[in-house]
């Protein structure tokens, strides 16, 4: 009889050390003989180091060492294209252009390891570096002109990454269409605010391995990067996740990682071996790590007075920073989601992602669908309402089905759920008409009451997986173990388990294939010497459940076959190769992008104050298509999550920066939203419709519900007062200038 595992909400896997402090994080190891590294970061946007004096440095009593480039065996590194050094300075050993010159704020000159922290941070503060600063690019707008400095030697104009979309003749279609609507949206910068700073130790194993204990969403990465650095074989680095506290994408790129091995092969070389540790602060880790990419898409679309969308025309500018990171993925991801779920015949579109001196961006929750959905569905709204056809009707006039292809002119596998999403969230919010719909100047915005209520409605979809052509594989091994009965079952996997309930869903896998119980079921820590040369892949596209989940599945299948046979324990590997997506055409964009897609639609209720300018959301219905629920309140948990963080990004989260300077670089300064800040009341519906490929009909979750909750809220404000906001944050002051109240 199934134990029917899949589908319940059990108690999370690492509960009990969570709620006991018994969770052991990076941060709280300590070892005997242990060493502290503290890093010097440029604190400049743009210069040459000319020379970096270290003399002070390791004069001081109780210096071990300070490193600069020069010690670095191959100084580059970076995800996707290796355009940053892991320090920057003269006296690089690979010759490559560039490598002693600071590109932004948190790049890194210099380390210094020492017996203690005090020591660390003294001798860091007696390094004399001379730089000659450099013209500084931090305009998006102008970052790509002729006079503009060139930041890398291979990126004329800056330009970082480009993308282009062809269907049909957009200039013809314009013929055919009744009313136009455009736009321009802003959207800007954002901190991950994991509450778990970068941080590691690192020391060498009993095998002579580099061992690197960290916080990261991609193990295997990690030793990949390392192991390039340091020119050595990936065998000879191994890398540990301890507790994780918070990713959000913010750890995809290392940190701390490379820096950590490079401190512990410089000690072996003059023959020590003692651990390193080093912990970032705060402002630290806010100039250190990447940030969501803001983005200026301008658009135009064209529509019947039907509401049959016709045409639409897009440019889309993204602040990829100093470094790539994973820009030319965020910005295919928001090219594709800047037509909205919505089907055109016409599409044109151009997108950059642009090199400046500001901070470097890379992956955030939502990875470029956040801005691009953001885009698509202020014009839906705003199409809506100059039409005077109801937001949903429109919606579900024009949303993507089976049969219509995208803007790529190729259509979505996997099963295209928009319509009964976006139905079900209009049933369950109970939707009027007049939601987002009053028309132009219905509202006097100059004599508007204290307190104002406002509706608004939008949708969304998003990639599992990476895509985009790469060929993705997840790998796990499973152990069963017992006499009689299967007793246990042991899981080797490198997934990072963030906080998002990864392992705990694994092991209800595991047991519903097995058919034993959930409390059976162990995974081992993530580490590279136990997965060898093989990997889960990253925690991140939503896709650990799907492409995890597949592959142990497989594995347990396989592990259970030979326990029957005979064996036990008996061990076996489970490969799930994802199916083949394409790299989009560099002329038309044509292409199948990714292997699967989840879709989601909200409804925001919320109250303004137009006296303070203050937006307090009362409720948000959220639906989503999740193939499958395997833990239900895991799955609740990353709804809500998501809506608290979009929450922030849409009235809070004010990142300021100037000149490549970070103005907020702590919690006192860039507000995240408390318990008095996120919406009152959020109704969670999870839809099972299930995905072909996924386990058990899971489709992605992680990231989905955070699509539609800036753009709903755009549109409840406007409903509540008339005026169309397009940039983020609506700060109060932001509100009342809007309103007129502000000059």
């Known amino acids: 009889m199934s134990l029917e595992v899949v589908g319940r909400?059990?108690?999370?896997?690492?509960?009990?050390?969570?709620?006991?402090?018994?969770?052991v994080y990076c941060a709280d190891r300590v070892y005997e003989n242990q060493l502290v590294m503290k890093v010097l970061f440029a604190n400049r946007p743009h210069a040459r180091v000319v020379n970096i004096d270290t003399r002070l440095a390791e004069a001081q009593p109780g210096v071990i060492g300070v490193l600069t480039a020069v010690d670095v065996p191959v100084n580059e590194y970076g995800q996707i294209r290796a355009d940053q050094p892991v320090l920057c300075g003269p006296g690089s050993k690979l010759e490559k252009p560039?490598?002693?010159?600071?590109?932004?704020?948190?790049?890194?000159?210099?380390?210094?390891?020492?017996?203690?922290?005090?020591?660390?941070?003294?001798?860091?503060?007696?390094?004399?570096?001379?730089?000659?600063?450099?013209?500084?690019?931090?305009?998006?707008?102008?970052?790509?002109?002729?006079t503009a400095t060139q930041l890398h030697h291979d990126a004329p104009n800056n330009i970082a990454d480009s993308v282009r979309i062809r269907k049909d003749d957009v200039e013809a279609a314009w013929e055919d269409c009744d009313v136009f609507v455009e736009s321009t949206a802003r959207v800007p910068f954002q901190e991950h605010a994991y509450l778990q700073t970068e941080a590691g130790v690192a020391y060498l194993d009993d095998e002579g391995r580099i061992t690197v204990h960290t916080a990261g969403q991609w193990a295997w990465e990690d030793q990949q990067e390392i192991a390039h650095a340091l020119d050595l074989s990936p065998e000879r680095v191994r890398v540990v996740y301890d507790g994780i506290g918070?990713?959000?994408?913010?750890?995809?790129?290392?940190?701390?990682?490379?820096?950590?091995?490079?401190?512990?092969?410089?000690?072996?070389?003059?023959?020590?071996?003692?651990?390193v540790k080093t912990v970032w602060d705060r402002e630290e880790c806010t100039i250190g790590h990447s940030k969501?990419?803001?983005?200026?898409?301008?658009?135009?679309?064209?529509?019947?007075?039907?509401?049959?969308?016709?045409?639409?025309?897009?440019?889309?500018i993204a602040d990829g920073g100093a470094y790539l990171s994973t820009s030319n993925k965020v910005l295919r991801n928001a090219a594709i989601c800047a037509t909205g779920p919505y089907y055109f015949s016409a599409v044109h579109l151009d997108g950059r992602a642009m090199y400046t001196n500001n901070l470097f961006?890379?992956?955030?929750r939502g990875f470029g669908a956040t801005q691009g959905h953001l885009a698509a569905e202020l014009q839906m709204n705003m199409l809506a309402n100059r039409l005077g056809i109801d937001p949903v009707e429109l919606r579900l006039k024009n949303a993507l089905t089976d049969k219509t292809p995208t803007s790529l002119g190729t259509l979505m596998p996997g099963g295209v759920n928009l319509q009964e999403v976006i139905s079900e969230a209009a049933r369950v919010a109970n939707w009027e008409k007049r939601g987002g719909n009053r028309p132009v100047g219905a509202l006097d915005h100059d004599n508007l009451p204290t307190v104002v209520r406002g509706r608004g409605f939008a949708a969304a979809f998003k990639n599992v997986g990476f895509g985009y052509g790469i060929v993705e594989a997840s790998w796990a091994q499973v152990e069963v173990r017992g006499s009689g009965d299967v007793e246990e079952a042991i899981i080797r996997i490198d997934g990072a388990e963030c906080g998002q309930g990864h392992h705990t869903v694994m092991a209800q896998i595991a047991a519903e294939v097995l058919d034993i119980s959930y409390e059976q079921v162990s995974i081992s820590s993530t580490d590279t010497a136990l997965v060898g040369s093989q990997s889960a892949g990253s925690a991140a596209a939503s896709r650990l459940t799907f492409?995890?989940?597949?592959?142990?599945?497989?594995?347990?299948?396989?592990?259970?076959?030979?326990?029957?046979?005979?064996?036990?324990?008996?061990?076996?590997d489970g490969i799930w190769e994802a199916p083949p997506t394409s790299e989009l055409d560099p002329e038309t964009g044509h292409s199948i992008p990714a292997f699967g897609y989840g879709y989601v639609a909200q409804v925001v209720d919320l109250t303004l104050n137009t006296e303070t300018g203050v937006i307090q959301v009362d409720?948000?219905?959220?639906?989503?298509?999740?193939?499958?629920?395997?833990?239900?309140?895991?799955?609740?948990?990353?709804?809500?999550?998501?809506?608290?963080?979009?929450?922030?990004?849409?009235?809070?989260?004010?990142?300021?920066?100037?000149?490549?300077?970070?103005?907020?670089?702590?919690?006192?300064?860039?507000?995240?939203?408390?318990?008095?800040?996120?919406?009152?009341?959020?109704?969670?519906?999870?839809?099972?419709?299930?995905?072909?490929?996924?386990?058990?009909?899971?489709?992605?979750?992680?990231?989905?519900?955070?699509?539609?909750?800036?753009?709903?809220?755009?549109?409840?404000?406007?409903?509540?007062?008339?005026?169309w906001f397009d940039e983020l944050p609506l700060t109060p002051e932001r509100v009342l200038r809007g309103l007129g109240h502000l000059n």
């Open 9 to 23: 909400s059990v108690r999370q896997f690492d509960l009990e050390e969570l709620v006991t402090g018994r969770k």
């Open 98 to 146: 560039g490598q002693d010159v600071v590109r932004f704020v948190g790049d890194q000159v210099a380390l210094v390891i020492a017996e203690d922290e005090q020591t660390a941070v003294a001798a860091r503060d007696a390094i004399n570096v001379t730089y000659e600063n450099l013209p500084v690019v931090d305009d998006l707008l102008t970052a790509g002109d002729d």
């Open 246 to 275: 918070g990713a959000f994408g913010g750890k995809e790129d290392v940190s701390v990682q490379i820096i950590l091995a490079l401190a512990v092969w410089w000690l072996d070389q003059r023959g020590i071996r003692r651990p």
């Open 292 to 316: 969501r990419h803001p983005m200026i898409i301008t658009s135009k679309w064209g529509a019947k007075t039907d509401g049959t969308l016709v045409a639409a025309k897009i440019e889309l």
């Open 361 to 364: 961006s890379g992956a955030f």
């Open 547 to 572: 492409m995890g989940g597949n592959a142990v599945k497989k594995a347990a299948a396989a592990a259970y076959k030979k326990w029957v046979d005979g064996e036990s324990p008996a061990t076996a």
């Open 619 to 723: 409720n948000v219905v959220c639906v989503d298509d999740v193939g499958k629920v395997i833990n239900p309140e895991r799955a609740i948990g990353q709804v809500e999550g998501c809506i608290g963080q979009a929450h922030g990004y849409s009235v809070l989260e004010d990142f300021r920066v100037e000149g490549g300077y970070v103005l907020t670089p702590n919690l006192s300064t860039y507000l995240i939203p408390g318990v008095f800040d996120i919406p009152a009341a959020v109704e969670t519906v999870l839809m099972e419709i299930p995905h072909p490929e996924g386990p058990y009909g899971a489709r992605g979750i992680g990231e989905i519900p955070y699509l539609p909750y800036a753009p709903a809220l755009l549109a409840a404000v406007h409903d509540a007062t008339g005026v």
